[in-house]
C-alpha cells in the first residue's frame, strides 16, 4: 500500500477527529496532497488539499472547521476535523499527486496515488 489513511472512527456532533494518511513508498509522488471524500449514494468530493507551496485550499462546506497540514517530510498529511456535523459522514480518502502547480488541486484526476479510505461517522 503507497497511500495509508488512518484516523477514522464514530464521532458525536460537536466532536473531532484527525486523520493521518502516511507514503510507504518513495516511488508515492507527494508535492501535492489532498482530502477526498465520498458520502454513501453520492460522488467522491474535494475536500482540502496542500500543494508543494504550502498553500492550503478547503472545500465550502468545511472551511472553518477542517485543517490540513503535512509533516516537513511531505511524506503525511494530516486533517483536523472540528465541530463535526452529520453530513461530514463518509469514507474519507487521501490522495497525492507529483503536479507543483497550484491549480486544479480539487480535481481527482489531478492525483496520482490514493489511500484506501477510513470510515468517518458522525452520529447525532
Known amino acids: 500500500v503507497q497511500l495509508q489513511a488512518s484516523g477514522g472512527g464514530l464521532v458525536q456532533v460537536g466532536g473531532s477527529l484527525r486523520l493521518s494518511c502516511a507514503a510507504s513508498?518513495?516511488?508515492?509522488?507527494?508535492?501535492?496532497m489532498g482530502w477526498f471524500r465520498q458520502a454513501p449514494g453520492k460522488e467522491r468530493e474535494f475536500v482540502a488539499a496542500?500543494?508543494?507551496?504550502?498553500?492550503?485550499y478547503y472545500a465550502d462546506s468545511v472551511k472553518g472547521r477542517f485543517t490540513i497540514s503535512r509533516d516537513n517530510a511531505k511524506t503525511t498529511v494530516y486533517l483536523r476535523m472540528d465541530y463535526l456535523k452529520s453530513e461530514d459522514t463518509a469514507v474519507y480518502y487521501c490522495?497525492?499527486?507529483?503536479?507543483?502547480?497550484?491549480?486544479?488541486?480539487?480535481?481527482?484526476?489531478?492525483?496520482?496515488?490514493w489511500g484506501q479510505g477510513t470510515l468517518v461517522t458522525v452520529s447525532s
Open positions: 490522495a497525492a499527486g507529483l503536479s507543483l502547480s497550484d491549480h486544479f488541486y480539487s480535481l481527482q484526476d489531478a492525483y496520482d496515488s
Open positions: 513508498a518513495r516511488t508515492v509522488s507527494t508535492n501535492r
Open positions: 496542500v500543494v508543494w507551496s504550502g498553500d492550503v
